[in-house]
T-cell receptor
Framework: RKEVEQDPGPFNVPEGATVAFNCTYS??????FFWYRQDCRKEPKLLMS???SGNEDGRFTAQLNRASQYISLLIRDSKLSDSATYLC?????????????FGQGTTLQVKP | NAGVTQTPKFQVLKTGQSMTLQCAQD?????MYWYRQDPGMGLRLIYY???????DKGEVPNGYNVSRLNKREFSLRLESAAPSQTSVYFC??????????FGQGTRLTVV
């Protein structure tokens, strides 16, 4: 079993749609979680951290479910510019300077 | 603001050649990472350095070595390149508890 797993998609949605991605992780001691965005042939860029109580940044909402060991990303009112690959990242273990493990990414295509 | 700088950006090697990928960050971060990304796949961790003076293996360390030269610099060495090491290599750094910031990548082809 991979340490961090995501549904690779692709997710094809119309503009204005709401779309959600989930990501599961194997190490129950993990403390830090992140969502990244990656555009084709570019470096990953930090989209948002995921906090225990859930957090929102504009149209993006991230949530953590420790009991089930998954994190989620919700995108509301999708824009064409949201088309990208979304990567979940987990800091494995209890140390906040440890291994950062990526999921394989979920591809989102927003269509007019 | 330079952030994380990787050199070179592109490289073609012949099988069996060696090379070192350089990475430097100017954000005073403690932790640094090397990843590889193959087509259609996520990033896989090769090695990381939680702090100056320490290095640890990641998910795919075979065929690579690293050196944390100082707090700013973390290099990745391929001693005898193989075609299976054709990939895009990303370096990243972060401070404790934060997300990591990435360099622009090195596109390596081994023929």
């Amino acid at each position: 079993r991979k340490e961090v797993e995501q549904d690779p998609g692709p997710f094809n949605v119309p503009e204005g749609a709401t779309v959600a991605f989930n990501c599961t992780y194997s190490n129950s001691a993990s403390q830090s979680f992140f969502w990244y965005r990656q555009d084709c042939r570019k470096e990953p860029k930090l989209l948002m951290s995921v906090y225990s109580s859930g957090n929102e940044d504009g149209r993006f909402t991230a949530q953590l479910n420790r009991a089930s060991q998954y994190i989620s990303l919700l995108i509301r009112d999708s824009k064409l510019s949201d088309s990208a690959t979304y990567l979940c990242v987990v800091n494995m273990g209890s140390s906040n300077t440890g291994k950062l493990i990526f999921g394989q990414g979920t591809t989102l295509q927003v269509k007019p | 603001n330079a952030g994380v700088t990787q050199t070179p950006k592109f490289q073609v090697l012949k099988t069996g050649q060696s090379m070192t990928l350089q990475c430097a960050q100017d954000m005073n971060h403690n932790s640094m990472y090397w990843y590889r990304q193959d087509p259609g796949m996520g990033l896989r961790l090769i090695y990381y350095s939680a702090s100056e003076g320490t290095t640890d293996k990641g998910e795919v360390p075979n065929g690579y070595n690293v050196s944390r030269l100082n707090k700013r610099e973390f290099s990745l060495r391929l001693e005898s390149a193989a075609p299976s090491q054709t990939s895009v290599y990303f370096c990243a750094s972060r401070t404790q508890g934060s997300g990591a910031f990435f360099g622009q990548g090195t596109r390596l082809t081994v023929v």
